[in-house]
């Protein structure tokens, strides 16, 4: 099958995700290595529907592998949605002569590639990339140990103020349907306790464990929440909330917000995107297509598309129980 | 008059900035070189009110000039705005036979020092501890610097996701009533406009500008909008405005918070910090009393603190007027 | 087997890595949880031979999560290696009534452990901490991803500079035997030559390789070398005897050094080291003894230390062969 | 004067620091605003020679502000220092229709744009970029307080390990002939000594010195060694010699290097960067010439850069006299 593909394209989507650049690069130079010629699409699939694109070479993505965000530039398409951009996106590809498309980004955007590719048999391969790490058939997505590094740094400053004030923040972290960089984080930062979607433990325990807290001898607390999570409203009448029913703390909030996006990746991430980038170029030379690929137990594997598209792997229960006995 | 001075006490008070713990080693180590016994109390007034100190020798400040936050704890304490509180203080004082207060905080934490000295006869000393850099007598406080650089790269981390993603950015940063923050971290994050108290410019002209930015090719950008501006009734109502007024944009919130006030503090801060906390002691054995030592030109001063507790100095209104030529 | 364990004693030994702090509030905080004493040994083995230790409750590890070094100091013992060395630790211990002893450390630490659980039958279990990942029957080693954390920026910020004046920088990492911190910096660093113990490419072909380099229009080389490598007699003679060969370039060396050891661990290490921890305890409780506690595919994992002692995994050939790909 | 300034030409020169290209982007908005064309020479004079340029736009500097290094590349142009090589770049200069210069660099840099100017009446404007901070006429260069950074967040992590192993560290930073930064960064760091050219204190002292330390309590011991420090042949002697007199002490070296030069400049360096570089198309505007921008207290200043060729300012003599105050 490997002499079908000639040219492919190469885009980014949905939030972006710090190590998308060193998987384009991945994927650019493992091109070049394979002589396939590579085009670049802007701004995803609205991209391919406006054909804004550029011709990729080694050079084009020299010093790219430490900058946070994509130079390709991420959106999502409402266009792709419908039939006619799908068929204009088509269309393009056909006139530009590409032979597979390599998306990177999360599972809306592999589950759009795979209709894509049902209807006009375009071979897909998918690359993870996403803070939220909620992809079923990988172990990480790109993107998600930087979120996590970038969140205990910034939980580590707060507890500089939070200590020296004897105060109890409230951290809100990205995450509205998984837990995990609420769980990862608040273990990798101390926090007291973490609240997250898929375990609810509700007011009443919360409160619980802060009075014990203290009572141990411990002055101030950070609480790690979840986007997602739901012991409160959110995360501001949460904190009121614990506010009136404990008065002797002074609870405050911070959202870490969009910051949690960029910034240069890890050496983890680098080498994850890296790795995955150059493996989707070799798996689609292979023949194989609609798939994603992923890490499991540090080998590079391909997942189809189709089995991963529903649902994300479950959050580490071990973790969630080592949580408690860490924060004693 | 060096003589009289055989015992300090020191302490923080108010707001926590990084650089705190390197003042108060460079107290404690000015104490030990000129053979003065130290005592420092935690959580500012309160502990001289509770008696709540220890005994600082070198090497209780050992390791402690790359921390955050302060060693000694800081709060605001009502009990010392009363007469009773401030005697029940003095008493204390006297009892632990502390000659002189070391005072590492903001103007208020000043102002209380100077009624407390002028009833009482125990002289002070402040040095200017604070991320806002709203002191008249200094050019720069303790902190300042470390809160800009991570200002910036909090902002750099959401460049990376803004231009990814074409979006416009309002940051809000701390400064209730003074913009040097917004102003300095705008500058030196690119920011496409700074918000601040000192210079409303108004809706109109800030939708004027952004309309100028996207007209001249800028595909994303960053407001920096400083707490106590009030261009909007507050930074997410202010976005929202925007938002409905210029439809193409889509705009985001971040609100930097209390991460400001925390983390490793700069080179700057910490020879800062040394510097000051060594002065401090030297100009309280020369005789000084009631002065904030400041720092002018490169060179350590005495300020009467009676004669700064009132207003602080002007932004920097040249930076103001090339920040627009920056921006272009 | 649980009931023999009432009391333990924990200590760090060997080179410090980031992470070892983290570890060390697991397993205090374990002990906590289940009940169990904890003594805290300084210095490693010679901490035992001189009764150096102090007993450690939940609060002796606050705020140490984010630390690098390690509270407990490490040495190199050179009385343990000595029969009567071992009689005066294993006097002490059991004066002070220590059930059995956590190890932190690389393999060298653990083989002593053995050696002396066999002979005086005090279980020992060993948690890995050492920034080389060069210890068979894990994964990952504390620490080892905040090394090439701190080894990526170092080599960002020499890229900085190396692109500024088109130079050739040879770049020192650590890694005597074992190439990983080599390999996987060096990857994620985007380093044009990785060079490691393991794989000696020779001087001509690395020649070859940076001429290509050139004429596929890089200005800039960064080449990392494994303080193990024998390309050269060692870093600054290699990058002469490249010098020599291509005077067009400009050649340059920078040995990273100790300060890979150092540093707040990344949050991996800190999850990492709080499960290992956690899990050390555990391990014990349910009679385990004279093991290594690891990671393999996300999960904690028990492996006798008899089995490990010897060698280490091999590096990542899959890594390896892509790393050509990418810096084409 | 100013009607005579159409178009300038902007490049940098000599070793990079960061902040130059916040200075690049500063001359080519400001030019964009003043309705003057701007174009950016490569690799300093070399480029000029070369005919090496383009013409630089406000969008050509996007995103440039947080990064380290040059865009327009940085040399030394060994055809600058003959008369052939400056009548081919005054040739360059006057077929492009370029009516001034702005130069990025150190002293040499600017020695070299008077003799220039003065041969061929090609007005200059220099702008202080260079780690060192060792220029007549500015307080700060761009880059200095970036790189104290640099180094004294390598020192932290540096001390993690020498605090864990009681070792004593030379550390050894950038300064040929002056001890700007191992002063600066050496008391932000909390050095136990600090080697600088300016002040030799003799081996005797410094192992005097390290003696007190330790009988003091202290278990470890960072010193910090400037390049042009003559207490040893070099650092790695120092540390021998050392060694070899005070046996009880594992010394250890870490030589900082071309870190030093990288990284993402500090808002202190952008900002001031950004405020040299409206200026120093401001005063060419104003029919300046032949001047440096530099800044003192604060106010963007002007000198003769005839004025301020030979020499460079002192070193602050109270910071190294509260030096040893704070090492005590």
């Given at each position: 099958m490997s002499k079908d593909i000639k040219k492919i394209g190469v885009m980014t989507s949905g939030g972006d995700a710090p190590g998308m650049n060193a998987a384009i690069r991945a994927v650019v130079r493992a091109c070049a290595y394979y002589d396939i010629?590579?085009?670049?699409?802007?701004?995803?699939?609205q991209g391919i529907?406006?054909?804004?694109?550029?011709?990729?070479?080694?050079?084009?993505?020299?010093?790219?592998?430490?900058?946070?965000?994509?130079?390709?530039?991420?959106?999502?398409?409402?266009?792709?949605?419908?039939?006619?951009?799908r068929q204009k996106a088509y269309d393009n590809l056909k006139e530009a002569k590409v032979d597979a498309l390599v998306l990177i980004g999360g599972d809306g955007t592999f589950t759009g590639g795979l209709i894509f590719s049902q209807e006009y048999d375009i071979?897909?391969?998918?690359?993870?990339?996403t803070i939220d790490n909620d992809i079923r058939g990988t172990q990480f997505t790109i993107g998600y140990d930087t979120a996590l590094n970038t969140v205990v740094e910034a939980v580590d400053k707060i507890r500089d103020t939070a200590s020296s004030h004897n105060r109890l923040?409230?951290?809100?972290?990205?995450?509205?349907?998984a837990g995990f960089i609420a769980l990862n984080s608040g273990v990798g930062a101390g926090a007291e306790e973490i609240l997250i979607p898929e375990e609810n433990i509700g007011l009443d325990t919360l409160l619980e464990s802060l009075k014990r807290s203290r009572r141990s001898g411990k002055t101030s607390s950070i609480v790690i929440v979840a986007e997602g999570d739901k012991t409160g409203e959110n995360?501001?009448?949460?904190?009121?909330?614990?506010?009136?029913?404990?008065?002797?703390y002074e609870a405050k909030v911070t959202v870490i917000g969009h910051l949690q996006r960029g910034g240069?990746?890890?050496?983890?991430?680098r080498v994850l995107a890296s790795r995955?980038?150059?493996?989707?170029?070799?798996?689609?030379?292979?023949?194989?297509?609609?798939?994603?690929v992923g890490i499991e137990n540090n080998i590079i594997t391909a997942s189809d598309i189709d089995a991963i598209k529903t649902g994300h792997h479950d959050i580490n229960r071990e973790l969630l129980r080592i949580s408690d006995i860490l924060s004693i």
């Open positions: 010629k590579c085009l670049g699409f802007y701004r995803g699939y529907i406006e054909n804004d694109y550029e011709e990729m070479s080694p050079r084009s993505v020299k010093n790219i592998i430490n900058k946070g965000g994509t130079i390709l530039k991420s959106a999502r398409s409402k266009d792709f949605r419908t039939k006619e951009g071979p897909v391969v998918g690359i993870p990339g923040f409230f951290i809100e972290v990205m995450g509205r349907d995360v501001f009448e949460l904190a009121e909330e614990v506010g009136k029913r404990l008065p002797e240069s990746p890890s050496c983890f991430d995955l980038g150059v493996k989707a170029i070799e798996f689609l030379l292979d023949g194989k297509r609609d798939i994603m």
